[in-house]
């Protein structure tokens, strides 16, 4: 027998193979003996790191181990200062790393908080509460509404039981369990009605089950597996930025020492260009680079949380940004998990109903024009039995509202119960019609249960003049079978076949609009009839409606994926509900064409191999009925094409896939522990709106990033070309070590950090996603780079040639080019601001933060020219007026050059036209 499908065999199958007796249960000599075999009914996790050894990994970054070596050297010249501000650039980086990655390791403890505190059990022939964690294979579970369910177990007695296992099959509505039946081997997860499974609740009924698996046997265990197995691969930032740090190091620690050797070569003393190549070396690597990064990404994550996003994982906004695939959860995040009437057939006529949700706010619809249910008799008719032939409760902020104290506008409007009932009731209240206001004139005095058998419910009430009738709602075939009348709104007439054929029509036209339709019916009983109901008296019904619902999509979310299309980003929706429902609430989100798009089953996706999967991916919109290893499947392949996957979901189902995708993204309020823990973004308001906000954010980071990665390495490139063409002309140094380190620390420090968080560009979200492939040099940024950088070194050389040529004065000409290489970095820093628009199109007071960072450097910089403590310090002279205008003619016409191309350049059709793939 094959122990792991429980759901293919007979419940005494499992009874005697888990040595149990379903009237007394296990003895407890026998619990002890199997939770010795078994174990505790709870999660494992991983032994956890210890904090310290978060905090050490953050320095093991080639370029942390750098910078650790420029502070070293910066100490041996006894440029202390900026020893210090390096240290303290890497240390700060470290503790934002750590406080981040400590946090991220946590799936499996919230796992442990998902299981259930205590569960009811039979032992030694009592029924006992225990708690969940000592649960054991063999256990008698005793089940009622209500109750979270601790283990996985096969049913064996059942009395109209529902479980509602959203979290882990992904299905809107409770599901109907049935003990006496079996199921296929291969029987997804979601139809095996004979099972119960761990982190699921029982929203109705009662039953009994023998525990065939606890702990990381259970479906829940499984994904706790799934959730360990799946590893985090580098964001796209960390790789580029990995990438070009080693780039950088490398290329600028070449250029120094051609250039000390040059300087050697031309008769240079040996000390003077050992350490003049140590200090280029310290000033060209961009050891600003992880600062800047860091706290652009950590304010883009204080932005987002005041757009109701909390961001887990820094890296995780840029990511966003860059994102090409947006796979959702249907049920609570493209929907409102909410199940809403939206059509009715009644007396020939169909109505449609307004609202969301359960509020109880809604009109009615006739021919597109609002409509009175109060002026039709089959309509009223209809939502009467829908709300007396049900047993749910709607409730105003979880109590029960009656009478004048109930009001229509109000909000926080909930239903205790099953939700298909909840939206007949919801859909009564539309009209006027409330359960407790009809039962002071007639009375409820038997019942007949749903059974997934008859497929039906039926109720009898007890008029005010002592009549009796019997009301009945379910499947409208089984219904109709059952009757002979119709109620036309005025009388009882034989149901004929056209009228058949009429009904059958406006069911097929609801189905295929994949709306749950409940067929509704009556029947006058006699006085004999109504003491003792039973099945039998369910015939010569009279037909009164159908009744169509759905849990309907959210409209902010129709609104987002709209904005995602704009934006280049295809959505898909991973759900395991129905093929037909899955497909009527894509194609009403607008994320599904019949001509152009694809839906693929569970049992499909089984049927295809990993290359076929990844083959059709990219055309498949819609993927329904799936398991969670289905879910990684589909992400995997995505991922196979190139694509950056975000994930969204809510519940324990959804956590592997979350975890495996390149940003996994958890809703805030429905959302279960497990799928926040495994998540990198946790969305407050549940709105899928939300992340459309963080893709802004995202493309705004990265582009401040190119921004800062094109100002640094173009004045980076422009200070070693000075030092390189001065020393290749046989010209003395232009600039001293300690200048040298000095013009690093006032360019690359605060204007460089205001560039870190300008406003994004107007068209940010006009523009297809990056290629996840492409280089962050692309788009002609190398270009910008090289040639300013050139632009800056010859303009600091000519300064320097001219005034030592021309005055003989080296001290001077060292200072005046000193002065432009810093002015010729601060002027360029605005241009830096946009790639496609010009300072005076962007507006240079748009970016305070920069104005103030710029007015800063400058007073630095004129306060070790000024300053005769600093001036001795640094070798400096002091500048007449004139030396003043020449510095700045000659550091702004690079300024003014890219403005006038930039202004010449541009015109209202080429504004956007930038390629970003």
Same mark, same amino acid.
């Given at each position: 027998?094959?122990?792991?499908?429980?759901?293919?065999?007979?419940?005494?199958?499992?009874?005697?193979?888990?040595?149990?007796?379903?009237?007394?249960?296990?003895?407890?000599?026998?619990?002890?003996?199997?939770?010795?075999?078994?174990?505790?009914?709870?999660?494992?996790?991983?032994?956890?790191?210890?904090?310290?050894?978060?905090?050490?990994?953050?320095?093991?970054?080639?370029?942390?181990?750098?910078?650790?070596?420029?502070?070293?050297?910066?100490?041996?010249?006894?440029?202390?200062?900026?020893?210090?501000?390096?240290?303290?650039?890497?240390?700060?980086?470290?503790?934002?790393?750590?406080?981040?990655?400590?946090?991220?390791?946590?799936?499996?403890?919230?796992?442990?908080?998902?299981?259930?505190?205590?569960?009811?059990?039979?032992?030694?022939?009592?029924?006992?509460?225990?708690?969940?964690?000592?649960?054991?294979?063999?256990?008698?579970?005793?089940?009622?509404?209500?109750?979270?369910?601790?283990?996985?177990?096969?049913?064996?007695?059942?009395?109209?039981?529902?479980?509602?296992?959203?979290?882990?099959?992904?299905?809107?509505?409770?599901?109907?369990?049935?003990?006496?039946?079996?199921?296929?081997?291969?029987?997804?997860?979601?139809?095996?009605?004979?099972?119960?499974?761990?982190?699921?609740?029982?929203?109705?009924?009662?039953?009994?089950?023998?525990?065939?698996?606890?702990?990381?046997?259970?479906?829940?265990?499984?994904?706790?597996?799934?959730?360990?197995?799946?590893?985090?691969?580098?964001?796209?930032?960390?790789?580029?930025?990995?990438?070009?740090?080693?780039?950088?190091?490398?290329?600028?620690?070449?250029?120094?020492?051609?250039?000390?050797?040059?300087?050697?070569?031309?008769?240079?003393?040996?000390?003077?260009?050992?350490?003049?190549?140590?200090?280029?070396?310290?000033?060209?690597?961009?050891?600003?680079?992880?600062?800047?990064?860091?706290?652009?990404?950590?304010?883009?994550?204080?932005?987002?949380?005041?757009?109701?996003?909390?961001?887990?994982?820094?890296?995780?906004?840029?990511?966003?940004?860059?994102?090409?695939?947006?796979?959702?959860?249907?049920?609570?995040?493209?929907?409102?998990?909410?199940?809403?009437?939206?059509?009715?057939?009644?007396?020939?006529?169909?109505?449609?109903?307004?609202?969301?949700?359960?509020?109880?706010?809604?009109?009615?619809?006739?021919?597109?024009?609002?409509?009175?249910?109060?002026?039709?008799?089959?309509?009223?008719?209809?939502?009467?039995?829908?709300?007396?032939?049900?047993?749910?409760?709607?409730?105003?902020?979880?109590?029960?509202?009656?009478?004048?104290?109930?009001?229509?506008?109000?909000?926080?409007?909930?239903?205790?119960?099953?939700?298909?009932?909840?939206?007949?009731?919801?859909?009564?209240?539309?009209?006027?019609?409330?359960?407790?206001?009809?039962?002071?004139?007639?009375?409820?005095?038997?019942?007949?249960?749903?059974?997934?058998?008859?497929?039906?419910?039926?109720?009898?009430?007890?008029?005010?003049?002592?009549?009796?009738?019997?009301?009945?709602?379910?499947?409208?075939?089984?219904?109709?079978?059952?009757?002979?009348?119709?109620?036309?709104?005025?009388?009882?007439?034989?149901?004929?076949?056209?009228?058949?054929?009429?009904?059958?029509?406006?069911?097929?036209?609801?189905?295929?609009?994949?709306?749950?339709?409940?067929?509704?019916?009556?029947?006058?009983?006699?006085?004999?009839?109504?003491?003792?109901?039973?099945?039998?008296?369910?015939?010569?019904?009279?037909?009164?409606?159908?009744?169509?619902?759905?849990?309907?999509?959210?409209?902010?979310?129709?609104?987002? &994926?709209?904005?995602?299309?704009?934006?280049?980003?295809?959505? #898909?929706?991973? +759900? @395991? /509900?129905?093929? $037909?429902? %899955?497909? *009527?609430?894509?194609?009403?989100?607008?994320?599904?064409?019949?001509?152009?798009?694809?839906?693929?089953?569970?049992?499909?996706?089984?049927?295809?191999?990993?290359?076929?999967?990844?083959?059709?991916?990219?055309?498949?919109?819609?993927?329904?009925?799936?398991?969670?290893?289905?879910?990684?499947? &589909?992400?995997?392949?995505?991922?196979?094409?190139?694509?950056? #996957?975000?994930? +969204? @979901? /809510?519940?324990? $189902?959804? %956590?592997? *896939?979350?975890?495996?995708?390149?940003?996994?993204?958890?809703?805030?309020?429905?959302?279960?522990?497990?799928?926040?823990?495994?998540?990198?973004?946790?969305?407050?308001?549940?709105?899928?709106?939300?992340?459309?906000?963080?893709?802004?954010?995202?493309?705004?980071?990265?582009?401040?990033?190119?921004?800062?990665?094109?100002?640094?390495?173009?004045?980076?490139?422009?200070?070693?070309?000075?030092?390189?063409?001065?020393?290749?002309?046989?010209?003395?140094?232009?600039?001293?070590?300690?200048?040298?380190?000095?013009?690093?620390?006032?360019?690359?420090?605060?204007?460089?950090?205001?560039?870190?968080?300008?406003?994004?560009?107007?068209?940010?979200?006009?523009?297809?996603?990056?290629?996840?492939?492409?280089?962050?040099?692309?788009?002609?940024?190398?270009?910008?780079?090289?040639?300013?950088?050139?632009?800056?070194?010859?303009?600091?050389?000519?300064?320097?040639?001219?005034?030592?040529?021309?005055?003989?004065?080296?001290?001077?000409?060292?200072?005046?080019?000193?002065?432009?290489?810093?002015?010729?970095?601060?002027?360029?820093?605005?241009?830096?601001?946009?790639?496609?628009?010009?300072?005076?199109?962007?507006?240079?007071?748009?970016?305070?933060?920069?104005?103030?960072?710029?007015?800063?450097?400058?007073?630095?910089?004129?306060?070790?020219?000024?300053?005769?403590?600093?001036?001795?310090?640094?070798?400096?002279?002091?500048?007449?007026?004139?030396?003043?205008?020449?510095?700045?003619?000659?550091?702004?016409?690079?300024?003014?050059?890219?403005?006038?191309?930039?202004?010449?350049?541009?015109?209202?059709?080429?504004?956007?036209?930038?390629?970003?793939?």
């Amino acid at each position: 027998m094959n122990s792991d499908k429980w759901y293919a065999r007979t419940a005494d199958e499992a009874i005697a193979f888990w040595q149990t007796n379903p009237y007394d249960g296990l003895s407890s000599s026998e619990v002890k003996a199997r939770l010795n075999k078994f174990g505790f009914n709870q999660m494992a996790e991983k032994p956890p790191e210890p904090w310290w050894k978060y905090f050490l990994a953050q320095f093991q970054d080639f370029m942390v181990l750098v910078l650790l070596a420029a502070t070293l050297i910066s100490a041996f010249l006894g440029e202390y200062s900026d020893a210090i501000t390096i240290l303290a650039i890497v240390i700060i980086n470290a503790i934002l790393g750590f406080i981040q990655e400590y946090r991220a390791e946590r799936s499996m403890q919230a796992l442990k908080q998902l299981a259930a505190p205590t569960a009811r059990v039979i032992r030694n022939g009592m029924i006992q509460q225990v708690a969940a964690r000592e649960l054991v294979p063999g256990d008698i579970l005793v089940l009622e509404a209500g109750d979270k369910i601790a283990a996985d177990g096969r049913l064996i007695d059942d009395h109209n039981l529902e479980v509602e296992e959203a979290a882990l099959t992904g299905e809107s509505l409770p599901v109907r369990k049935v003990a006496n039946r079996q199921f296929g081997e291969n029987a997804p997860l979601g139809d095996r009605k004979n099972m119960i499974y761990a982190g699921t609740s029982v929203t109705r009924g009662r039953g009994k089950a023998v525990v065939c698996a606890t702990g990381m046997r259970t479906e829940v265990g499984h994904i706790a597996g799934l959730i360990q197995a799946s590893e985090e691969a580098d964001t796209p930032l960390e790789r580029r930025l990995e990438n070009l740090g080693r780039w950088l190091v490398w290329g600028c620690l070449a250029i120094c020492f051609v250039v000390m050797v040059t300087g050697i070569f031309k008769g240079e003393p040996l000390f003077l260009m050992l350490m003049s190549g140590i200090s280029l070396a310290v000033a060209a690597i961009p050891e600003g680079l992880p600062a800047i990064v860091t706290v652009s990404l950590a304010l883009g994550v204080q932005r987002m949380i005041k757009r109701n996003a909390i961001v887990r994982k820094l890296p995780a906004v840029e990511t966003l940004g860059c994102t090409t695939v947006i796979c959702s959860d249907k049920t609570g995040t493209l929907t409102q998990n909410a199940m809403t009437v939206r059509r009715i057939y009644a007396g020939g006529q169909l109505f449609d109903v307004s609202g969301t949700g359960y509020d109880i706010k809604g009109e009615f619809f006739l021919n597109g024009q609002e409509f009175d249910p109060k002026k039709d008799k089959s309509l009223q008719q209809c939502l009467l039995i829908g709300t007396l032939c049900n047993n749910s409760v709607v409730k105003q902020n979880n109590v029960s509202i009656t009478g004048l104290w109930r009001r229509k506008n109000g909000s926080g409007w909930t239903v205790e119960g099953d939700p298909t009932e909840g939206a007949l009731v919801v859909a009564a209240a539309k009209a006027g019609i409330w359960r407790e206001t009809v039962e002071r004139m007639q009375s409820r005095t038997a019942e007949i249960p749903f059974e997934s058998e008859r497929r039906r419910m039926s109720v009898v009430y007890r008029m005010a003049d002592g009549s009796h009738a019997l009301y009945v709602k379910g499947a409208p075939d089984t219904v109709l079978e059952l009757c002979r009348y119709y109620y036309n709104g005025t009388t009882e007439v034989p149901l004929t076949p056209e009228l058949v054929a009429s009904i059958t029509l406006a069911n097929e036209s609801m189905t295929s609009q994949a709306l749950r339709v409940l067929a509704v019916a009556y029947r006058n009983l006699s006085p004999a009839e109504a003491v003792n109901v039973s099945d039998a008296d369910e015939r010569e019904l009279v037909f009164v409606g159908l009744i169509g619902m759905i849990d309907p999509p959210r409209e902010e979310a129709k609104r987002a &994926i709209a904005l995602c299309k704009q934006a280049g980003i295809k959505t #898909v929706m991973i +759900t @395991g /509900d129905h093929r $037909n429902t %899955a497909i *009527a609430i894509a194609k009403e989100l607008q994320m599904y064409k019949d001509d152009s798009d694809k839906a693929l089953t569970g049992a499909e996706l089984d049927a295809l191999s990993d290359v076929q999967l990844a083959k059709i991916a990219n055309q498949v919109s819609v993927y329904a009925r799936v398991s969670p290893a289905h879910k990684l499947q &589909i992400v995997r392949a995505l991922r196979q094409n190139g694509h950056i #996957v975000a994930m +969204t @979901g /809510d519940g324990v $189902n959804d %956590a592997p *896939a979350i975890k495996e995708a390149d940003i996994g993204i958890a809703m805030g309020i429905t959302g279960t522990d497990v799928s926040k823990e495994a998540s990198s973004m946790v969305l407050l308001d549940d709105n899928f709106a939300t992340i459309v906000g963080a893709v802004e954010e995202g493309r705004g980071i990265y582009d401040n990033i190119r921004k800062f990665i094109r100002y640094l390495l173009s004045c980076n490139i422009g200070e070693v070309l000075t030092m390189f063409i001065a020393a290749l002309a046989g010209m003395p140094l232009p600039l001293l070590p300690v200048q040298i380190l000095w013009v690093n620390l006032v360019t690359d420090g605060l204007p460089a950090m205001a560039l870190g968080v300008d406003p994004s560009d107007p068209d940010i979200m006009n523009r297809p996603p990056r290629h996840p492939a492409e280089s962050i040099f692309s788009r002609g940024l190398i270009r910008k780079i090289v040639t300013r950088g050139i632009q800056i070194g010859l303009s600091t050389v000519l300064v320097f040639a001219a005034v030592y040529y021309w005055k003989g004065d080296l001290p001077l000409a060292r200072t005046m080019a000193f002065s432009t290489l810093v002015f010729c970095q601060l002027f360029h820093v605005f241009d830096c601001r946009s790639e496609v628009l010009t300072i005076h199109e962007i507006g240079i007071l748009t970016n305070k933060f920069l104005v103030l960072a710029v007015c800063c450097s400058i007073t630095m910089q004129l306060a070790v020219i000024y300053i005769p403590i600093l001036r001795g310090i640094f070798e400096t002279a002091p500048l007449s007026l004139i030396d003043w205008v020449c510095v700045l003619v000659v550091s702004g016409w690079t300024f003014i050059l890219s403005t006038l191309r930039h202004f010449l350049r541009r015109s209202p059709g080429r504004r956007y036209a930038v390629s970003y793939r």
